[in-house]
């Protein structure tokens, strides 16, 4: 994709993020990772130059419960920062993703401030340009004193493909930026004065983890072992299962340092060695620790922080497939571990590890196989972890009825349908459910007729149906 002669476009960027107001070092970043566009850098991780990362080589969750102590006595140093900059799009929505009814009646928002009230750490939202002013406007309204720290994650403009310009949108300017990834978390945390502001109170440690992750929350073992060691980044890996074999991985760079590789640096031809889950046995949960004294440290050795690219093919407007097709220029989180000597990574369990993409995984956390515990936690309903089966209820309905909230809602009726006994449930077609459904075992329910089905009250359904 080398494009040599696109260097006179640089300017043009320069400018349009100057009229915006982007800081410096932020404006550095882009111009940096456009050369490497312009002059052929894809951002792939090759599998000649990693190694699969071996159990041994990391800690064991369950190994570090003699740290609790530490951790809790870390606890009023330590921030906890929610990446949410995401919108409900997966759910045909528009607002923050955080706003999301998910337990209860409770949000992703009101759960992480009860938690973060619980543990009595401190709370930060990194919020996007699209996230910012409602989840003001909803933290405002909660009255809750102290507020929550704020800060906007900066963004970046999209790239024509076509010739590696700035991308121009003039019936809605806001789509020719893009969010440049939660890698921008660091440099956001500079510049806004937020990272500078914590170390002035005494604040030295910080979990970041994303807004829709049910399993991210603060765990006084992590903490303590992360603080006894003095690590200044840890990440917490789980074991893929067929399910994650999408997921980033870690890796050993023959560097010898540990890396992040994401599905978009994999070359398309080593793509099945990428998905063995056998060969690369541990995905990046996003849930990471950083040792806010470190980071501080490597910003002034290194001015800036340069992730390694990503290069995410899009349309200009991601509703239609017939704009013009644009790059948008990215980075993650969790391939900072590549930068910090010294950095670590943990194994953890899946009950750290429980994000809601998707209205299949709404539908499982509002139903009984989820509880809202008194810490403020939503975890598996220990009655569903006593049965033989204790994996999350697998769920697949069909999209064209229940791919958004505003659909799927309209199909129960009132109450979502037991699923504590239920191991997996596909719906094919349209059906509606009425109020207290119990579904048992593994249980296909497809309508091939023109018109709605519907699953009577009381009913329990304990094999496929089909109307």
Known sequence: MKHSDTTGFLPAFIDKMQAEGLPSRVIDTFAYYYYKVITGETGLVYDKDIQPVQPDNMADFKQLAAYAPVG?????????IVLNGGLGTSMGLIGPKSLIKIKDGH?????????????????????????????????????????PL??????????LRKDYSPAVWPQNPLLEWNPPGHGDVYTALLTSGTLRDLLDEGIMYAFISNCDNLGARMDESLLGYFVKHQFPFMMEV?????ADIKGGHLARHKSGRMILREAAQCPADELDAFLDIRRYRFFNTNNIWVNLNALCTLFDEQRMINLPLI?????????????????????????AIALFDGAMAVQVP???FYPVKTCN?????????FVRSEDETVQLNPRRKARKNTAVVKIKLDPRYYGTLDRLEKRLTGAVPSLLECDSLVVEGDVRFEKNVTIKGSVCIKNRQPSQAVIKAESVIDQDLVF
């Open 72 to 80: 809790h006595e870390a606890f009023h140093q330590t921030v906890r």
């Open 107 to 147: 949000s992703f928002l009101d759960i992480i401030i009860r938690q973060a009230t619980t543990s009595g750490v401190k709370l930060a939202f990194m919020n996007s340009f699209n996230t910012h002013d409602e989840t003001r406007a909803a933290l405002s309204r909660r009255k809750t004193e102290p507020l």
């Open 150 to 159: 704020m800060f906007l994650q900066h963004r970046f403009p999209k790239v």
């Open 238 to 242: 789980a074991e893929k299962t067929p």
């Open 311 to 335: 290069l995410n093919p899009k349309t200009l407007d991601p509703r239609d497939k017939n704009s013009p097709p644009v790059y948008q220029i990215e980075s993650a989180m969790g391939s």
């Open 350 to 352: 899946r009950t750290r």
């Open 361 to 369: 995984d709404l539908l499982a956390v509002r139903s009984d196989c």
